[in-house]
């Protein structure tokens, strides 16, 4: 069962899912908090069912390349990822109130770039978090946010996450530099680069906008094989918990272990 259905009815939802014995895609976040996300991850395990979060940015074919490309060791070590995107998007319904989103944009839609980050980077330990000037005066969560990670080798994250009301931003894009070289690709496209001093190379990857093809590929085999899926609810929680430390941060205005 695929649960696409706003935020603060995921929990009821999975709980009604895995008392009819149906295995769970639900849409990112798993949840709107991290209870609801345990409870979740709970009634999955007692029913015997998959649960499994439709993260789908991990799923993208540039994505999977960049990850194969770090692991090789073609930027050396880590320095610096930075993940940017303005999106033109007016918000509406569930998603303008507060309590039934969970929060605003960096649950809603910034959660993608905090899987990314953790995906490509590893955990992060530390962030800071600060809303930008609000945008959209009818939406009562942040529309826009800045995240700066560090992890526990001293790799930095930057997250630039924000609705915008532009009629033609800029693609959203990452950027991964290490003390060897860096790597750009832009979020869905079928292509990334890599520059090592004065030279660069590009990759064309499959052309995948939205990973959601491989993502359900991956839920499918999990249920034959009985394996906890890639994108599991544990993962998911991990990407909620790294949004919900910034929603602290952004409250206190200070910086926060992780």
């Known amino acids: 069962m695929y649960l696409c259905t706003p935020h603060h009815l995921h929990q009821a939802h999975a709980a009604l899912a895995a008392q009819a014995g149906k295995h769970i895609l639900v849409e990112k976040p798993i949840a709107r908090t991290l209870a609801e996300g345990q409870a979740m991850i709970a009634a999955a395990q007692r029913a015997g069912v998959t649960l499994m979060v439709a993260e789908n940015a991990r799923f993208m074919a540039v994505v999977r390349q960049c990850k194969t490309l770090i692991a090789q060791g ?89 609705w915008t009301s532009a009629q033609r931003p800029a693609p959203p894009w990452v950027l991964v530099s290490g003390t060897r070289g860096r790597l750009a690709f832009e979020v869905g496209a079928p292509w990334l680069t890599l520059e090592q001093g004065s030279t660069e190379r590009a990759w064309q990857c499959a052309d995948d906008a939205s990973g959601l093809i491989p993502m359900v590929r991956t839920f499918r085999d999990s249920i034959r094989t009985g394996q906890e899926p890639e994108m599991s609810g544990a993962e998911g929680l991990r990407d909620l918990a790294v949004v919900r430390k910034a929603y602290e941060s952004m409250a206190q205005s200070v910086s926060l272990p992780l």
């Open 74 to 162: 073609c930027v050396g070590d880590l320095r610096v990822v930075q993940l940017h995107a303005e999106t033109p998007f007016q918000p509406g319904h569930w998603r303008s109130h507060r309590a039934l989103n969970g929060g605003g944009v960096f649950i809603d839609s910034g959660i993608h770039k905090v899987h990314l980050l953790r995906y490509l980077a590893g955990e992060p330990v530390h962030l800071y978090a600060a809303a930008l000037p609000q945008a959209l005066a009818q939406h009562e969560g942040e529309d826009g946010v800045v995240v700066m990670t560090r992890g526990a080798s001293g790799v930095v994250g930057v997250i630039h996450h924000a």
